[in-house]
């Protein structure tokens, strides 16, 4: 894995754009990897995730979303912390909740991705969702 802590978060979103999932994401984190989701509208309350848990959930994004991109639009570098501003879009694959088929979710996200010795050790992300075309319950 990339030292750079920018690189190797990037790196993390272009596999996850290529739909890589579960295990095959394990090689960019360190064990005991967490993420905070910061609340948002599809997570009202916030959401903190183990490794296993973050894995587990981006399973169930790939047999969600048909497509996702990570449009970086600026990063930065600060010691071992990747600082990104990104735009990600996905289209919805199958009828899930509020959401139908073909549906595209757009998000503004300031993401933080700590790093240590080449993995990731946490993501803190602050997701700003466009409104849904549905109303989410």
């Known amino acids: 894995m990339a030292s750079d ?3 190797l978060a990037t790196s993390l979103l272009r596999a996850l754009e290529a739909g890589q999932c ?3 994401l394990r090689k960019y984190f360190a064990p005991t990897a967490s993420t905070v989701e910061h609340p948002n ?3 009202p309350a916030g959401a903190r995730a183990t490794l296993d848990q973050m894995l587990a959930a981006s399973e169930f994004g790939a047999g ?3 497509s996702q991109r990570y449009d970086v639009r ?3 570098a600060v010691g071992d912390t990747a600082i990104l501003r990104l735009t990600w879009s996905g ?3 199958r009828a899930a909740g509020p959401f139908r088929r073909g549906d595209e979710l757009v998000a503004h996200i300031a993401q933080f991705v700590e790093t240590a010795d080449g993995l990731i050790t946490s993501i803190e992300t602050f997701d700003c969702y466009e409104p849904f075309d549905t109303q989410v319950v």
């Open 5 to 7: 802590p920018v690189a």
């Open 74 to 76: 600026s990063a930065a």
């Open 91 to 93: 289209v919805i694959a």
């Open 64 to 66: 969600l979303m048909s």
């Open 41 to 43: 509208l599809l997570k």
């Open 22 to 24: 579960g295990e095959n």
